[in-house]
C-alpha cells in the first residue's frame, strides 16, 4: 500500500503524504513513493504542476523519519540521506510547477521537502523549523543549501543553528513562504494553482521555470544566455503567435500546452 495518496485533475495533482500516524514522516517507503509519484505525474499528459500536502490535521510532515534513523551506520545515513536527495530533486527538476502546502508542522525533513518545491503556501498554524542539531544531526535532505537560497545566509544559519520553529507570519516575513492562507487551506490552494494554469502557456511557464532554476546554479552572464535560448525557442511551438494574437484580438488564449 502506498504512502502517498495521488488525486488527478485536469491539469494538476494533488500528491498527500499519508502517514498521519506519524505525522507524515519520511521513511525509506515514503521517499520511494513520492519519487514514483513525481515521475507518473511528470509523464501524465496535460498535468502541469503539483500540490503537495500532509494528511490529517496537524502536520505537513514532521521530518524524516526518527525511529528510523536511530541505529544507523555512517553508510546506512549516506544511503538514506541519499535516497532522500534524489526524491527531492525529482521534483526541483521535473517538468511540474510544484506547490508545497504547509498545513501545519513542516521540520525537518519536512521543510526541505517544501523547499524543493518552487511555491510554498501556508496555513495560519503552520511551524516549521530544521530542527536537527537538536538530535545531533544536520539538514541533510537539502537544507543547508536550499535554505540560504530562499532566505538568505544569516537567517538560514540562525533556524539551522538554533534549531527553533517559527510561525506561518514570521516565514512570510523573511520570504520563505509565498502567502498564508486562511479558511479551507485545501480549497484555497486549489484555487491558487488553478488561477496560476489558467490562460498561461504550459509551455511558456515550463522554459521560464527552468531558465529560472538553470541559470541560478550559473553565473549571471551564463544564466542570461539560458534565457535568450529558452525565449527563442519557445518561437518553435505556436503558443507565442495563439497568445499575442489573442491579445491583439482581445479575446482569452487558447494555449496548445
Ligand atoms: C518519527 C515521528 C516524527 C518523526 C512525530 N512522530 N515526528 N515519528 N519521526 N520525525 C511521531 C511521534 O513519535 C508520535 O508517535 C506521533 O508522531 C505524534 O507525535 P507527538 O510528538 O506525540 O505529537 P506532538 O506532541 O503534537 O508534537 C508534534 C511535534 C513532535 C512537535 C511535531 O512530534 C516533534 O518534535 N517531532 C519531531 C520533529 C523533528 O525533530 N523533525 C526532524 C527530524 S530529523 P507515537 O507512536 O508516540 O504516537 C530530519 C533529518 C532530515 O528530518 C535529513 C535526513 C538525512
Keep these: 500500500m502506498s504512502t502517498v495518496r495521488v488525486e488527478k485533475k485536469e491539469s494538476y495533482a494533488i500528491v498527500t503524504v499519508d502517514r498521519p500516524e506519524a ?18 505525474l511528470s509523464q501524465t499528459p496535460g498535468c502541469r504542476a503539483m500540490l503537495l ?50 498545513n501545519g508542522f513542516a521540520l525537518g525533513g519536512g521543510l526541505e521537502l ?46 539551522i543553528l538554533s534549531g527553533d520553529m517559527i510561525d506561518a507570519g514570521r516565514a512570510y516575513e523573511i520570504g520563505l513562504v509565498n502567502r ?8 484555497e490552494a486549489e484555487k491558487y494553482v488553478s488561477k496560476m494554469l489558467e490562460y498561461k502557456s ?9 531558465a529560472l532554476h538553470a541559470g541560478m546554479d550559473l553565473p549571471l552572464t551564463a544564466g542570461l544566455q539560458k534565457e535568450i535560448h529558452q525565449f527563442s525557442e519557445l518561437f518553435s511551438g505556436s503558443d507565442p503567435q495563439k497568445g499575442m ?6 479575446q482569452k488564449p487558447e494555449f496548445e500546452s
Design 114 to 159: 517544501a523547499l524543493a518545491c518552487d511555491i510554498r503556501l501556508a496555513g495560519a498554524n503552520a511551524r516549521m523549523g530544521l530542527p536537527e542539531v537538536t538530535l545531533g544531526l544536520l539538514p541533510g535532505f537539502g537544507g543547508t543549501q536550499r535554505l540560504p537560497r530562499v532566505v538568505g545566509r544569516g537567517l538560514a544559519l540562525e533556524m
Design 53 to 102: 500536502t500532509g494528511a490529517g490535521e496537524k502536520a505537513f510532515v514532521a521530518g524524516a523519519d526518527i525511529a528510523a534513523m536511530e541505529q544507523f551506520t555512517p553508510n546506512e545515513a549516506l544511503k538514506f540521506a541519499e535516497l532522500g536527495h534524489r526524491t527531492m530533486n525529482a521534483i526541483s527538476s521535473s517538468e511540474l510547477i510544484s506547490i508545497a502546502l504547509i
Design 202 to 210: 504550459g509551455a511558456a511557464q515550463r522554459a521560464a521555470r527552468w
Design 245 to 250: 494574437a489573442a491579445f491583439l484580438a482581445k
Design 23 to 40: 505525522l507524515n514522516a519520511l521513511n525509506e517507503d515514503v521517499l520511494n513513493d513520492l519519487h514514483a509519484a513525481t515521475q507518473d
Design 180 to 187: 498564508v492562507l486562511e479558511g479551507d487551506l485545501l480549497a
